[in-house]
């Protein structure tokens, strides 16, 4: 079964600065989904960025990025010139595709990251 | 505004009483999902529907029952439940195409509390 563990319960960063929150994960399979999610004060989950495994490049999604190291099997969010928006909980997810058996429909989640943004 | 909207957003509710939870996707997706997320624990897969018919069920005990009339629209009928079942819970949709993990989007969230 699939582990994601992000061993950061809570970030501070100051505003216009720029934050990272690590995210680890344990599989067996080589294709495979990551996503990063936002869980403001309002609770609705939202997405912030999409990785798939078998692509090399990192995504980006204006000021959020990742540093995706498949062998590592490490998957970290950089929030660049943070805003006072983006305080909330982070939640880092793993998915698999749907050809490789067991729960493919699953998110697995980790425990979360709370961030918060000095002003 | 979500694609995903779930009502009613908080409901409060004693353990003999039967209550719906109510959620509508707009993003023409073919799979539905009720997760839940309690205090200090991951979310948690409740059920799962694909084209309507149930795919997934995580050993959920039965005084929870879903529903899929259609593609759009997902149910969560609650009865007798327990006040550890208090917590939010969240629907989620996703277009489910081959082999593609697709991105799985959310709705608010419903905040149940049972008394």
Redesign the interface.
Known sequence: AQTVTQSQPEMSVQEAETVTLSCTYDTSESD??L?W?KQPP??????VI?QEAYKQQNATENRFSVNFQKAAKSFSLKISDSQLGDAAMY?CAY?????SGG??????????TLLTVNP | ETGVTQTPRHLVMGMTNKKSLKCEQHLGHNAMYWYKQSAKKPLELMFVYSLEERVENNSVPSRFSPECPNSSHLFLHLHTLQPEDSALYLCASSQEEGSVGNTIYFGEGSWLTVV
């Open positions: 495979y989904y996503f999610y309002s609770r609705q989950m939202i997405l999409r939640f998915r698999s595709p749907h050809h729960s493919n429909y699953k998110l697995t989640f980790g425990k979360g």
